[in-house]
């Protein structure tokens, strides 16, 4: 039965579930050699080629702005990538440093911690994507059924709002909550009998764990907005449709909401995939102490601790630039990954 | 209305595309794409005459005789109101006809600004204040300063007769390369102990004990304190006898070492020095280093040392020390008791050091950081008359100049008679005289020298901060060793440190730290100490030592 | 029809369930959520010793408006609010001009180079230069501590157009373009007219995360802009919350504490006052995305 909504649905907005799809338009002579079987010559295929141009030219002239801004502030300056390749120094400029090839990459990857650095960051970013993930859009669906609109409103507020505690406020708080003597969680501990609770903020097992779930508690309302943009296209007569076709709310999420967003939530984990090594670097150095270094030593605070004594322009550029590659890899792997499974892709 | 929404929007696109064409074009192009920011700063100069040989006055007042602007970078704390509404400044100008623009940058995020700043941006003419530029920005940036020894020489009979009377201060600022590119300052009226141990004396009332004179006494005192009711609330479970945090780093902790023969050089270097040998030593591979780690591990155990002392921020340790209703610490150690105390300072003395296993009596000082300080003023390549900025910086160092400089001016926090006694005025209501100092005036920063006779003229109130703190070093001062002083690093010795130290810092600390929670020093020392050789202490000390001998044959 | 009716009555009663779960989940969220920004209202009328011991807990402990008192001491906030408004407002405008057309441009699969395109601009999420030469460029082009820095060379956010790329593609039927254009319809008008009217919500999203990134922007600040005038809010009230370390020193004892309580104090109401406006600016967004914003134009 349902299939069949899927299918009338289909026909109404065929881009629904696979945005990936539909034809693509070449021109007009193009179709018609294909039609007839013909090959083309390389000459007709330029000039088809450049006829399509030449009628999208309002496409380019709305691209134009962005491409300019990008060219002339992201694009020009990257010539300052060679700086992990040098020794930078202030006084002879990036043009008057002298060459020293990957020395930098090699001091990075014979640090003592490199190992650790590694596993830290890779797997709080992985535990942040995991946990992170489900949460806004399961809270999109929860908020898209709510029918009595003033609760509606409030829960849409109430959860946005943590999204704009500052990083250092949150941590303090979570200092204090967490106490083991004063804190919400040492006085819940006493009410139940504990005396003397663990002090969990001194236990590296619990440091990922603090990290990710007040980080989801904190956005996931934020980032929940964007699939409830994404639920309000969604056309009401599919939800008409399931009603009379028997269908109850759980499977109307199932069957209509859920693949309508699914398009978004791919893209967004895909770019997400790609900042797998872009850790936040001020909440984890609040957070840190001599009893969680060892999972809370991550590459973002270790550059900085190695740039506090001296300054390390090309020490921290090279870092930068392995992480960048490392990142721009696993993008282009998950990438592929989600085209091959025939869902959207980003390029 | 449809035709409007469009015409409304392409307007809107065109007018972008126009405006990032020409704030492309306009700005026009400063074609300094790697300069060591020679040229950058004069815009914000404006020299009045040419400030050449006619305008200068090699000595007596005004400097110039056209009026002269110089930008002086200075990193301003919040609190501190415009330094062009204190009168000391407006009376300088007047006198010196010299102006001086202020660039403040804030304290929050000047690391970040600063290599900026120094890889390439407008200089100013002087960098103000020794937390402008630290050591390092300054040996890896020798180009873009001046060296001023000559200038010293020539014009500035102020601080020659300080560096002569005083050759600590032209030590700590002669680079390796002889020469001299910041000045130093000395604080009027400072103490020589550092931070001072302090015990709740209600509560060894309370208790019926004694104040401890050894650590064998202080641990009982303290157990006594965690068992019973010290602070007599009826509670005998409340008290944290000893707190503190050590969530960032050693430092608060380090200070407690103290009776087992060691003391830091109040830098974040981990150093002491041997007294009898004058050798630096690395304080977390230091046989007495394992003592004291040993008692405190006990200390923790026992419920003694704050649990959460590893977890917790300053601002919350703090908040027990200050805990409102009744007093919840015992011990500790501070700048100035009563202060840190409040509101229950009149239950806790200062406690004189105690002695260690081997009768030990410590404290800590260094008269080269709490006294003496550097890199407070330091001319830059931008500065086209280095000789104004010079004399300008001579004149400052004068006595009365100096003195208004740590307090505030004459007639607003401090009074001159006419035999040259300083007397203070009080503060606003509400407000004490510490923090009203730091609201007028850059207190401890530019450079200084106050001569030992003027500094004996100055009556300092004895309930100030300032007052109190010297009252309490009379009994301390003797305890203070030799610490590893603030020597002079070349750019390569800096580079390898900052590059060994930070595997080395960050296992010391975890270690330091699993150690004292969970114990097992014993058995892990050895394969510690030879963790840190294969780190590269070996190597680090011998950069310490090297840096050593440089200071003191120099 | 028997088995109708009995469906009907499942249905309903499996609806129930789900309306028992979904609102119970829901107070739930709501009170989890709640309570702690409930504790940052009260902790910022709190004496601060208070606070970090644990005594907050409903109620605030040690009233004191001190906090608030201190922050408005400090004149130059309010420049930093003007100019925060000023960026916010420029900013929005800006980034939904440069960033909406180039998604729209870039969902079109008859764009001849769309995959480079792309690229192009998926790259610079990667790979850039750094700050120092950004830093000169920004100088090179003039841009350096003017009011144009906060808002115009950054504001091409990949991020934002890919989003909306992701969106004009699944919720803009391809039949619509292909109508359009047997009526004649260029691309710019069909973008204007057609297009933008039905993507209220993507809009609506863009718009959002433009403003508030924006508001709480100030790194950019930090490093290209020197006069006081222009620095905005953020960057103002990190300058007074973070400054007790000009006074650290080597424990100066009661100024150094005296700052370290003044920042505790300041922490919460500093919260309160820079995010009070931001959060009145979402119930107007709100609307946009109430459901079957698109109902009118697909019946069409």
């Not at chain 2, 150093?271 to 405190?296: M, N, S, W």
Request: aromatic content about 12%.
């Amino acid at each position: 039965m349902f299939q069949a909504i899927i299918a009338s649905f289909q026909q109404k907005g065929p881009r629904l579930f696979h945005a990936a799809l539909g034809p693509k338009r070449k021109g007009a002579v193009h179709m018609a050699a294909k039609a007839a079987g013909e090959k083309l010559s390389k000459k007709e295929i330029l000039v088809s080629t450049w006829r399509r141009i030449a009628r999208n030219w309002g496409l380019y002239l709305l691209l134009l702005p962005a491409v300019v801004l990008l060219f002339m502030f992201t694009y020009i300056p990257m010539y300052g990538i060679q700086i992990a390749f040098k020794d930078f120094t202030p006084k002879a400029g990036i043009g008057g440093s002298p060459w020293v090839g990957f020395e930098h990459f090699q001091t990075f990857f014979n640090s003592f911690q490199v190992k650790s650095l590694f596993t830290n960051t890779i797997s709080l970013s992985l535990y942040s994507l995991i946990a992170g993930f489900p949460f806004p859009i399961f809270l999109a669906l929860a908020m898209n059924q709510i029918r009595v609109k003033r609760f509606k409103q409030t829960l849409q507020v109430a959860t946005y709002l943590p999204h704009f505690i500052s990083t250092v406020v949150m941590v303090g708080m979570l200092l204090v909550w967490l106490s083991p003597s004063s804190g919400l969680y040492g006085n819940l501990a006493k009410l139940f009998g504990v005396q003397e609770p663990p002090n969990i903020l001194g236990m590296a097992g619990a440091f990922q764990s603090i990290y990710v779930w007040s980080d989801v508690w904190q956005h996931a309302g934020w980032d929940s907005i964007i699939y409830i943009a994404a639920l309000a296209a969604v056309d009401p007569s599919l939800y008409e449709a399931a009603t009379v076709d028997g269908a109850g709310k759980w499977q109307k999420i199932k069957y209509i909401d859920i693949p309508f967003l699914l398009p978004t939530a791919v893209i967004l984990l895909i770019m997400r995939a790609g900042n797998i090594m872009n850790v936040g670097f001020e909440k984890v150095y609040l957070m840190q102490n001599p009893l969680n270094t060892m999972v809370s030593e991550i590459i973002a605070t270790y550059v900085y601790k190695i740039g506090i004594i001296s300054n390390q322009y090309s020490l921290s550029a090279a870092v930068g630039l392995f992480n960048n590659v490392i990142n721009f890899v696993l993008l282009l792997l998950v990438n592929q990954a989600s085209k091959k499974m025939g869902e959207t892709s980003l390029f | 209305m449809k035709r409007n929404w469009k015409k409304v929007l392409g307007l809107l696109l065109a007018l972008c595309l126009v405006t990032s064409l020409f704030a492309a074009c306009g700005g026009g192009t400063n074609s300094s794409t790697s300069s060591s920011g020679e040229s950058g700063a004069s815009s914000q100069q404006e020299s009045g005459a040419e400030a050449g040989d006619s305008n200068f006055n090699a000595t007596g007042l005004p400097i110039v005789n056209e009026p002269v602007s110089l930008t002086f970078l200075y990193v301003k704390g919040a609190s501190l109101r415009d330094l062009n509404e204190n009168s000391m400044f407006q009376e300088m100008e007047k006198a010196t006809n010299v102006r001086i623009d202020w660039q403040y940058a804030g304290d929050a995020d000047w690391a970040e600004q600063k290599s900026l700043l120094l890889a390439g941006g407008d200089l100013p003419d002087v960098f103000f204040g020794n937390n402008s530029l630290g050591d390092m920005d300054i040996l890896t940036n020798l180009d873009l300063f001046v060296p001023v020894e000559d200038y010293i020489d020539q014009y500035c009979p102020n601080i020659k007769a300080a560096y002569d009377a005083e050759p600590i201060m032209r030590k700590l600022v002669t680079q390796s390369d002889g020469h001299i590119y910041t000045l130093s300052s000395k604080l009027p009226m400072r103490p020589k102990a550092c931070d001072i141990p302090f015990i709740n004396q209600k509560w060894l009332d309370n208790l019926n004990l004694e104040m401890p004179t050894t650590v064998d006494e202080w641990y009982n005192v303290l157990k006594a304190f965690k068992e019973q009711d010290a602070n007599g609330n009826g509670d005998p479970n409340d008290e944290v006898p000893l707190s503190g945090s050590g969530k960032g780093d050693m430092f608060d902790w380090i200070r407690y070492i103290n009776p087992w023969g060691i003391t830091d050089s109040l830098e974040t270097n981990y150093l002491a020095l041997e007294q009898e040998t004058g050798e630096p030593i690395f304080i977390p591979a230091d046989e007495r280093y394992k003592e004291a780690v040993q008692f405190f591990e006990k200390l923790y155990a026992e419920g003694i040392m704050d649990q959460e002392y590893f977890t917790q921020d300053g601002s919350q340790s703090d908040a027990k020390l200050k805990n409102e209703e009744v007093s919840l610490v015992g011990t500790g150690i501070a700048w100035e008791v009563s202060s840190a105390t409040t509101p229950h300072s009149d239950e806790y003395v200062p406690m004189l050091p105690l002695a260690g296993p081997r009768g030990d009596r410590y404290v800590r000082g260094n008269d080269g950081i709490i006294i003496y300080r550097r890199n407070e003023f330091t001319v830059t390549t931008a500065c086209e008359h280095p000789e104004i900025a010079m004399r300008w910086a001579d004149y400052y160092s004068s006595d009365d100049i100096s003195i208004q400089s740590y307090w505030g001016p004459f007639g607003e926090a401090l009074e001159k008679a006419d035999d040259g006694t300083i007397t203070f005025l009080d503060p606003p209501e509400g407000k004490t005289g510490d923090v009203w100092y730091w609201e007028i005036t850059c207190r401890d920063y530019g450079p200084k020298y106050v001569s030992p006779e003027t500094e004996a003229k100055i009556q300092l109130p004895a309930d100030s901060g300032d007052g109190a703190k010297l009252a309490c070093d009379e009994d301390f001062k003797e305890f203070v060793a030799q610490p590893y002083p603030q020597v002079n690093y070349t750019p390569e010795q800096m580079d390898e440190i900052s590059k060994l130290t930070v595997d080395i810092y960050k296992y010391v600390k975890e270690s330091w730290a699993n150690w004292i929670v969970n114990g097992g020093i014993e058995n892990d020392w050895d394969g510690y100490i030879s963790q840190l050789n294969q780190m590269g202490l070996e190597r680090l000390m011998e950069i310490y030592q090297e840096a050593l001998d440089a200071y003191n044959a120099g | 029809m028997a088995s109708l009716g009995s469906i009907k009555r499942q249905v309903t009663w499996n609806d129930l369930i789900f309306n028992i779960i979904l609102y119970g989940m829901s107070i739930i969220i709501l009170l989890i959520v709640i309570y702690p920004l409930y504790f940052i209202v009260i902790a910022s009328f709190s004496n601060p010793t208070e606070v970090a011991n644990g005594k907050v807990w409903f109620v605030p402990s040690q009233f004191t408006v001190d906090g608030y008192k201190e922050i408005m001491r400090h004149s130059e906030l309010w420049t930093g609010y003007r100019n925060t408004i000023v960026y916010t407002v420029l900013g929005t405008v800006i980034g939904l001009a440069v960033n909406i057309p180039a998604a729209y441009a870039l969902s079109r699969r008859d764009l001849v180079g769309r995959k480079l395109i792309t690229f192009f601009f998926i790259f610079t999420m990667f790979f850039n230069g750094g700050l120092i030469p950004t830093y000169f460029t920004i100088r090179d082009f003039g841009l350096y501590d003017t009011f144009w820095v906060m808002v115009l060379p950054f504001s091409v956010a990949v991020y934002h157009i890919i989003i909306a790329r992701t969106f004009f593609d699944s919720s803009l039927p391809q039949g619509i373009l292909d109508a359009a254009q047997i009526d004649g319809c260029g691309n710019l008008r069909f973008f204007f007219q057609i297009a933008l009217p039905l993507s209220k919500a993507v809009l609506a999203v863009i718009a959002l995360y433009t403003a508030v990134s924006q508001w709480n922007a100030y790194f950019n600040a930090l490093v290209y802009i020197r006069n006081e005038d222009l620095k905005p809010l953020q960057l103002v009230i990190r300058n007074i919350l973070i400054t007790n370390q000009a006074m650290a020193g080597t424990g100066d004892g009661l100024a150094a504490q005296e700052a370290r309580r003044l920042s505790e104090l300041m922490k919460y109401a500093v919260i309160i006052i820079s995010t009070v406006p931001i959060m009145c600016v979402y119930p107007f967004v709100q609307k946009y995305f109430s459901q079957g914003v698109m109902i009118g134009a697909i019946k069409g």
